[in-house]
């Protein structure tokens, strides 16, 4: 069974159009991840919640936002969607307890710019 | 600065082969290093992890060695399959921090 689960799988959007993409879990991880792929590049993590707290990593541009309104879920919201943000976006969850448990990723949403 | 660089970049084999897929790391301090496979349209799904003290670990017929004194990983795949064509991807952690450090990986195609 599914335990990140992410919704759309593919999301079609118009240039600055915005567009939320959804992210769940049932493993009741504490940290979940927001990852920006384009094709053959290794994942580019665009910010991350650690249980309530937001960090945002310091390239990720103002065009993304995040919310995470409980532990289960996650969203990530592109306010103005250019050209360049069509990508794959990839959530995952972990849990930071230092049993080296490796990240569960979902299947991801492809988005594309119309 | 958390670096992994993986070799080589892509990969054909003939099903039945065996193959070896680099990762060079400078992460520190270490803490741990993962590889993990990822199918085209899909997310990564963890193959191995292994810590400081671990040299390998096997999971079926994949095997993933680890040099912590030169920063060196392998991952082994015995007698390919169809189904291996996937990108794998290395990725290193270091102690005190849950955000790891990804490589670009390695895009294997595996022909019949």
């Known amino acids: 069974d599914a335990m990140v689960i992410q919704n759309p799988r593919y999301q079609v959007t118009q240039f600055g159009k915005p567009v939320t993409l959804s992210c769940s879990q049932t493993l009741n991880h504490n940290v979940m991840y927001w990852y920006q792929q384009k094709s053959s590049q290794a994942p580019k993590l665009l910010f991350h919640y650690y249980d309530k707290d937001f960090n945002n990593e310091a390239d990720t541009p103002d065009n993304f936002q995040s919310r995470r309104p409980n532990t289960s879920f996650c969203f990530l919201d592109i306010r103005s969607p250019g050209l360049g943000d069509a990508a794959m976006y990839l959530c995952?969850?972990?849990?930071?307890?230092?049993?080296?448990?490796?990240?569960?990723f979902g299947d991801g949403t492809r988005l594309s710019i119309l | 600065k958390n670096q992994v660089e993986q070799s080589p970049q892509s990969l054909i084999i003939l099903e039945g082969k065996n193959c070896t897929l680099q990762c060079n790391y400078t992460v520190s301090p270490f803490s741990n290093l993962r590889w993990y496979k990822q199918d085209t349209g899909r997310g990564p799904v963890s193959l191995t992890i292994m810590t400081f003290s671990e040299n390998t670990k096997s999971n079926g017929r994949y095997t993933a060695t680890l040099d912590a004194d030169t920063k060196q990983s392998s991952l082994h795949i015995t007698a390919s399959q169809l189904s291996d064509s996937a990108s794998y991807i290395c990725v290193a952690s270091s102690g005190g921090s849950y955000i790891p450090t990804f490589g670009r990986g390695t895009s294997l195609i595996v022909h019949p």
């Open positions: 995952a969850t972990s849990r930071d307890d230092g049993s080296n448990q490796p990240q569960h």
